[in-house]
């Protein structure tokens, strides 16, 4: 069967991201919201996207930018209504893109009806113990019950009071404060997620991005470690008994008429193993490959994640997926015009200087690579305009809790979340509609005035172009997507591939200017081709048959 057919769209799918605070405001609030994204539509089906991944859009307190969710079945007032959301998904449909809704089972918000009852309740309640409520230690348990951090920064623990006021058990949040952890060996939990997949599913949704998915379960021992050197089994990531809840998830995906897709976001770098047993053919569809994501800019890196991801993926029958940006990650023009190109979560080089030429260059021949390897592929949105890194918010507009958790230590992830410029000369750059009441969310640099969408639209050489040339080729070259990846021998430093016969891609990582292979004719490529020669940081789509 074709990796195109209906059933299995998601083995070859360009996914767009579409981070909905950053997106396109609809009502002049200066925060993106589910009208912005309907009003820009028509946008993503001329870009050539097959789906959209929509982060968090349910009722949130915003404690981390919705990825705290106070109620899964309804959509934030900032952003919409549940009518809205459905009818975006209906009209993404109609214009033939799928849409993939993110779901957050790790954790919810402190806001959410469970926590609220679980801290009225009182200590002993049943509903406590949907979380992982424990007594503090210390005499007067004023200390944490256990050395674990929270994942941005801090204890993972907060106190919480009693009804009477008084300081009472404390709760496990691997990440804020405000995203209690739930407890995974409770059936109820079990329960009201699967009811919460059907509810998307029923609604339209085409798949599910599961945040955090490997952090589920914990060792109810709860016992202090060593980050440095974790036991096996570790205490709260990967645990067998996740697998479990996978499986029963793919039971409901395979339900529907047309199956719904699994997508996992499987934090392991140390353990690729690990990481695959996510995707056995009763689990998960596919996972993010962040190996790619945190490649430096050289050949045996990107050749190494090239290899390893295939090889990975080979014995479970998955595809493997690409990633070059998302909302937690520094955006990689700004990463690629750096002296250290290099990123990882636990890695984030903040504030190096940036040769953004350079990254650009680098951009343009990288998403030519992303698009023509074996598998799905992600684009996060602002990456087709080229966006660079906000560095320079100021520190009071700052809002990722990771800035605010490490006292300001880590910048955090608010430079990667700038709304999207799309026309005008000045901010909001039509993010938000002409008579907005409030700026964007975050402050726009001036000089996005060159990156907007209408600046860039029908300009040959722009970033925006060569997405959509590559996106549209891409639908139509067979060997494209899912399918097996051949290497053509090439210089030193020099990335060059198969895909079917008659298909090649070749980037140029070398710092001179190299020959392209035998070919018939350049499909496309990320810089003038001059005498069949390809430029430094260049790459090139070739017809060789
Ligand atoms: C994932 C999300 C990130 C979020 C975290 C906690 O890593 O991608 O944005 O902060 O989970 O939900």
Same mark, same amino acid.
């Given at each position: ?400 809790? *990771? ?16 709304? *999207? ?111 069949? *020669? ?12």
């Amino acid at each position: 069967m074709s990796s195109r057919a209906p059933d299995r769209w998601w083995r070859s799918a360009a996914i767009y991201q579409i981070y909905p605070r950053s997106f396109a405001d609809g009502n002049g609030d200066g925060v993106g919201d589910l009208a912005g994204i309907r009003a820009h539509l028509g946008f993503l089906a001329d870009l050539g996207v097959d789906a959209v991944w929509v982060n968090p859009w349910y009722a949130s307190p915003m404690a981390d930018a919705g990825y705290d969710v106070a109620d899964y079945r309804a959509i934030d007032p900032l952003f919409g209504t549940l009518p809205e959301a459905e009818l975006l998904i209906r009209d993404a449909h109609d214009l033939g893109i799928r849409i993939i809704v993110d779901i957050v089972p790790n954790h919810c918000s402190d806001a959410h009806v469970w926590f609220k009852e679980a801290l009225q309740a009182g200590p002993g309640a049943a509903v406590r113990e949907l979380f992982w409520f424990r007594p503090g230690r210390g005499e007067r348990g004023e200390l944490p019950p256990n050395n674990w951090r929270s994942i941005f920064g801090g204890p993972a623990w907060t106190r919480t009071k009693n009804p009477d006021g008084l300081p009472g058990e404390w709760y496990l949040h691997l990440f804020a404060p405000g995203q209690p952890d739930l407890n995974w060996e409770n059936p109820k939990v079990r329960e009201d997620f699967e009811d919460v997949l059907r509810f998307w599913f029923d609604r339209g949704a085409d798949g599910v991005r599961i945040d955090s998915a490997a952090l589920l379960v914990k060792d109810p021992a709860l016992a202090d470690f060593d980050p440095a050197d974790p036991p096996h089994p570790h205490p709260f990531a990967d645990r067998d008994e996740v697998h479990e809840v996978y499986r029963s998830w793919r039971r409901i995906a395979d339900s529907y008429p047309e199956p719904r897709a699994l997508i996992g976001e499987v934090w392991l770098p140390e353990a690729p193993e690990s990481f695959v047993r996510y995707l056995r053919s009763d689990e998960l569809h596919t996972a993010f490959n962040f190996d790619f994501l945190g490649c430096p800019w050289t050949t045996p890196a990107f050749r190494k994640a090239i290899d390893d991801g295939i090889a990975l993926h080979a014995p479970v029958g998955a595809p493997a997926t690409w990633v070059l940006s998302n909302h937690d990650v520094i955006r990689h023009v700004t990463r690629y015009g750096r002296a250290d190109t290099r990123f990882s979560l636990g890695y984030r080089q903040l504030g190096a200087p940036s040769d953004l030429a350079l990254g650009t260059r680098r951009a343009r021949a990288a998403v030519l690579l992303l698009l023509a390897l074996p598998g799905s592929a992600y684009i996060y949105q602002g990456e087709e305009l080229g966006l660079f890194e906000v560095e320079d918010i100021p520190r009071e507009l700052r809002q990722d809790p *990771m800035f605010h958790q490490t006292g300001g230590e880590n910048l955090g992830r608010d430079g990667c979340r700038v709304p *999207m410029p799309w026309s005008g000369e000045a901010p909001p750059f039509g993010f938000s509609p002409a008579g907005a009441t409030a700026p964007p969310w975050l402050p726009q640099p001036a000089a996005w005035t060159a990156y907007t969408v209408a600046r860039q639209q029908g300009e040959p050489g722009s970033m925006l172009e060569l997405y959509r040339s590559a996106l549209r080729l891409r639908r139509r070259e067979p060997d494209l997507g899912d399918g097996p990846l051949r290497w053509l021998t090439a210089a030193a430093d020099v990335l060059s591939f198969a895909r079917g016969d008659a298909f090649a891609c070749v980037v140029n990582l070398s710092r001179t200017e190299v020959a392209l292979p035998p070919h018939r004719k350049i499909i496309l490529a990320s810089a003038p081709v001059t005498n069949g *020669m390809l430029a430094t940081d260049a790459a090139a789509w070739l017809r060789t048959a």
